[in-house]
């Protein structure tokens, strides 16, 4: 049975030490989050990313700006963002609406203020193993692959998902650390004969459950980054089963978040493994109120 790898914990650990660090140091690290149109779910994430940044005493300012917004409009708020002197951090949270160049919009934030990781020049920085802002969930994937003192110098790792927010960059981290990497994607052919190669398994996909036993190799750490939402029962029991406490959980909330392994199968094979939610996603905020601290710190050392 795997022992769970409890982000929550780390989570609370890192910022409990980063509350004392930034009381210490007298800086007040400042963070914009910019959320366009009224996706839910990232109207959550952006509330719990503000929320963190006033636990920790950060200086939030949040905008939203209408699904509508012109690219001249956001482009004129982040070159703003990028001359005031109280932000150090700017967040354009994705997906943004279509009409918006994404690649556009994400290079005109100041590399010096990109705290996600996501301007060319911080991509390019990661590749080439110089320092620069590591892109949230990977970074707090790093943290918890580290608090569980998973080797990973010369093992096998498996990530499943390319994706520029969390399979490219997480690939990057693990090889800098000396694992021998494969990247799967929806094309990938045996996928899970392949994946039952890895020592390290990182699910990141973005399909409910779709990581079962038949995909990982007895005493795997398998990580789990996906947060699926499943509305509707009839999927939802085809997944759960009938006899799940996720079913009771649907018919209450009318919802249920499940990760992209399914827990209950792999946990019977992999030695670590991460649940959903209290997994990964914990970690992804207390990094992102981490690059937002050295940013900050980086600023005052200039000034
Ligand atoms: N959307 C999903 N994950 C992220 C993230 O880490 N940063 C931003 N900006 N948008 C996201």
């Known amino acids: 049975m795997a022992v769970l790898m409890d982000g929550k914990a780390l989570a609370r650990k890192i910022t409990d030490g980063m509350r004392s660090e930034v009381e210490a140091s007298g800086l007040r690290p400042g963070l914009a989050v910019i959320l366009v149109g009224e996706n839910p779910a990232s109207a959550v994430y952006v509330k719990m990313k503000e929320r963190a940044c006033e636990k920790l005493g950060f200086f939030s300012s949040g905008f939203r700006l209408p699904a509508d917004v012109s690219e001249d409009e956001l482009a004129t708020l982040i070159l703003r963002l990028n001359n005031d002197p109280d932000i150090h951090g700017i967040l354009l949270q994705l997906p943004i609406p279509g009409h918006l160049n994404e690649k556009k919009m994400l290079s005109l934030i100041l590399p010096d203020k990109d705290v996600d990781g996501f301007h060319p020049v911080n991509v390019g920085r990661l590749m080439v193993g110089d320092q620069c802002f590591v892109p949230c969930t990977p970074r707090g994937i790093m943290a918890l692959i580290d608090e569980y003192d998973v080797e990973l110098k010369g093992k096998r790792a498996v990530v499943i998902g390319r994706s520029n927010i969390v399979g490219k960059p997480v690939a990057m981290l693990l090889l800098e650390r000396h694992a021998t990497v494969t990247i799967c994607h929806s094309r990938t052919k045996n996928l899970a004969d392949l994946c039952r190669e890895a020592d390290v398994l990182i699910a990141a996909v973005g399909r409910p459950y779709f ?36 079913m009771a959980k649907i018919r209450e909330k009318g919802y249920v978040l499940c990760g992209d392994v399914n827990f209950e199968s792999v946990e019977k094979v992999a030695s670590l493994l991460t649940p959903v939610p209290g997994g990964v996603g914990p970690l992804t905020i207390a990094m992102l109120m981490k690059n937002t601290f050295d940013s900050a710190k980086r600023f005052a050392e200039i000034s």
């Open 211 to 246: 990581v079962d036993e038949t995909f990982v190799k007895l005493g795997a750490v398998v990580v789990d980054v996906g947060v699926n939402r499943v509305d509707n029962e009839e999927t939802a029991e085809k997944l759960f089963g009938s006899a799940s406490p996720k």
